[in-house]
């Protein structure tokens, strides 16, 4: 998973990397940072989970739509506080195959949460170095705790529902398919910076 991202980003240049396909999307370059804050979100949950666990206290955290508001464009902030209740209850019936597919192929726009919306202009060495130190830092907290019972943590979300911590992980890397597609589409767009001169060259 990480070296297709890794491979999609690996010949561009910073032009490239910084070139938004429309006002108020995101670059390429936005759309790595954001993998890398979303996974950094998620490993410090995890660990929160796992220093319960060693803890003897009840391996289970709530993140609400005040900690991570995550949501469909259509729907505005003001509204996610009542929202909590009824989509938390709907999602004790939502089978997680239907969550992981809406996960992978959003059926409509959806906004970030604020802690991980991307830093513009991010340098090509610090996304590369950063992609990949991140999926180090989280190989070596599990490694560094092999014998936990880690089907027995719980992680819970309005908008997600409750996942294991195996969950937690498959959501992170459909995740990461689904914004590899993105910036499939982003490299495709014909005003894609240097696609011209390509065309030319191979004339």
């Given at each position: 998973?990480?070296?297709?991202?890794?491979?999609?980003?690996?010949?561009?240049?910073?032009?490239?990397?910084?070139?938004?396909?429309?006002?108020?999307?995101?670059?390429?370059?936005?759309?790595?940072?954001?993998?890398?804050?979303?996974?950094?979100?998620?490993?410090?949950?995890?660990?929160?989970?796992?220093?319960?666990?060693?803890?003897?206290?009840?391996?289970?955290?709530?993140r609400s739509?005040?900690?991570?508001?995550?949501?469909?464009?259509?729907?505005?902030?003001?509204?996610?506080?009542?929202?909590?209740?009824?989509?938390?209850?709907?999602?004790?019936?939502?089978?997680?195959?239907?969550?992981?597919?809406?996960?992978?192929?959003?059926?409509?726009?959806?906004?970030?949460?604020?802690?991980?919306?991307?830093?513009?202009?991010?340098?090509?060495?610090?996304?590369?170095?950063?992609?990949?130190?991140?999926?180090?830092?989280?190989?070596?907290?599990?490694?560094?705790?092999?014998?936990?019972d880690y089907?027995?943590?719980?992680?819970?979300?309005?908008?997600?529902?409750?996942?294991?911590?195996?969950?937690?992980?498959?959501?992170?890397?459909?995740?990461?398919?689904?914004?590899?597609?993105?910036?499939?589409?982003?490299?495709?767009?014909p005003s894609?910076?240097?696609?011209?001169?390509?065309?030319?060259?191979?004339?």
């Amino acid at each position: 998973m990480r070296l297709r991202t890794l491979a999609l980003i690996q010949d561009l240049s910073q032009e490239q990397l910084d070139y938004m396909p429309d006002p108020g999307e995101w670059s390429v370059g936005e759309v790595v940072d954001h993998l890398i804050l979303s996974e950094q979100v998620l490993r410090g949950d995890i660990a929160i989970l796992i220093e319960r666990t060693k803890a003897g206290q009840i391996p289970y955290l709530y993140r609400s739509f005040a900690e991570f508001n995550a949501r469909p464009a259509f729907i505005p902030e003001c509204t996610l506080p009542f929202l909590e209740i009824p989509l938390n209850f709907l999602n004790m019936f939502t089978p997680a195959v239907v969550r992981d597919y809406l996960i992978r192929n959003p059926p409509v726009r959806a906004l970030a949460p604020d802690v991980t919306l991307p830093r513009p202009g991010r340098t090509k060495a610090e996304l590369h170095e950063k992609l990949r130190s991140t999926l180090h830092e989280t190989e070596t907290l599990f490694a560094a705790n092999p014998s936990l019972d880690y089907d027995n943590m719980r992680h819970q979300h309005p908008l997600f529902g409750i996942q294991t911590v195996p969950q937690l992980l498959r959501t992170l890397w459909l995740h990461e398919q689904a914004h590899q597609d993105q910036i499939a589409r982003i490299l495709a767009s014909p005003s894609f910076p240097g696609r011209m001169s390509c065309r030319l060259e191979h004339r």
